[in-house]
C-alpha cells in the first residue's frame, strides 16, 4: 500500500526539536513516501541534524538562512542535486527580538519589527522564488505555518502583524504561482508548546483560551493534527486549492466567546 505521498521529494525546514510541527511534517511525510531534506542555519543547523536522527528513515540536512541571498541563489541547485528536484516545500520559519513581543508594540523599533516582518513573511516569497526552478516541472505544493491574524492577540505584537503579512503574502504568492500548477496554501495551528512558543511572553493565556472555547477541545502538546493538515495539502489530495489558510485549532476561530 503506497502513502499519499509517494514519489514526492520534500524540503522541510524549521526542525529544531520532536515537538516542533516541522518534527511531525518530516516523519509523517516519510511515512507516507516521501523523500525528506531538512534545513537548519546557525547555531540550529547542528541542533537540527541530530534530531534527524530520530526521523523513521535517514534525512539530510543542509544550511539554508532564508535572510542570506547567497543560500537562496543556491537553493534550487541543491534541490537538484540532493534530490532530483523539488515537489513540496513546508515553511515552517518565524521570528521576532523579545523587544517586539509580550506588550512592546508601542514601543518596538523600525529595526525590530524589520527583522520581523523579514524572517517571519518576506522569507515566505523569498523562499518560493528560490525553489521554483526546481519545482516548475511538475508544479507541487508550498504550504506554510501560520497562527490567526484576523484579530489582535495578548502579547502577539508584531509577530502577529508579520502573520498577518504572511496570510496576504500566501494569497498573492498563489496568484503568482498558479501557472505552474503550484498551490500555496497556510495551515493556522493553535498554540503548542514548540520551541517558538517558548519565545511568547504570556503563552498561557492562550493555552486557557483554547481549554474554555474549542469545541473538539485542544491538546497544546499534541502537534499532529498540525503536521496531517500539512502532509494532506502537501501531497495530491488538494490539487484544486490554492490561498487558502486551514484552521487546525480545534475550532476555536469559528466561535465567540
Known amino acids: 500500500m503506497t502513502g499519499i505521498l509517494d514519489g514526492k521529494r ?3 525546514t524549521g526542525v529544531l526539536t520532536e515537538a516542533s510541527i516541522a518534527f511531525g511534517v518530516a516523519r509523517l511525510a516519510q511515512e507516507q513516501g516521501a523523500t525528506v531534506l531538512l534545513s537548519g542555519f546557525g547555531r540550529g543547523l547542528s541542533i537540527t541534524t541530530r534530531i534527524a536522527a530520530r526521523l523513521p528513515k535517514p534525512a539530510d540536512v543542509i544550511e539554508l538562512d532564508v535572510t542570506d541571498p547567497t543560500h537562496l541563489d543556491a537553493l534550487a541547485g541543491t534541490l537538484e542535486s540532493k534530490l532530483g528536484g523539488c515537489d513540496g516545500v513546508l515553511h515552517a520559519i518565524g521570528f521576532a527580538p523579545e523587544s517586539a513581543l509580550g506588550g512592546n508594540f508601542m514601543s518596538a523599533t523600525w529595526d525590530d519589527v524589520a527583522t520581523a516582518v523579514h524572517v517571519s513573511t518576506y522569507s515566505f516569497a523569498s523562499l518560493a522564488r528560490a525553489v521554483l526552478p526546481a519545482m516548475q516541472q511538475r508544479g507541487g505544493s508550498i504550504v506554510g505555518l501560520d497562527f490567526d491574524a484576523t484579530i489582535a492577540w495578548p502579547a502577539y505584537d508584531w509577530m502577529g502583524v508579520a502573520k498577518a503579512g504572511l496570510e496576504s503574502c500566501s494569497r498573492y504568492l498563489a496568484r503568482e504561482l498558479g501557472k505552474q500548477k503550484i498551490r500555496v496554501n497556510l495551515v493556522a495551528a493553535g498554540p503548542l508548546r ?13 493555552e ?27 501531497s495530491d489530495w488538494f490539487p484544486a486549492t490554492t490561498g487558502e489558510i486551514v484552521h487546525v485549532d480545534g475550532g476555536v476561530h469559528a466561535v465567540g466567546a
Not at 514548540?194 to 492562550?206: D, L, N, R, V
Request: charged letters at 15%.
Open 194 to 206: 514548540t520551541m517558538a512558543a517558548k519565545s511568547i511572553p504570556g503563552f498561557e493565556t492562550y
Open 10 to 12: 520534500l524540503l522541510v
Open 208 to 234: 486557557g483560551i483554547w481549554a474554555d472555547r474549542a469545541p473538539l477541545s485542544w491538546d497544546v502538546n499534541n502537534t499532529e493534527p498540525a503536521a496531517k493538515a500539512c502532509v494532506a495539502l502537501l
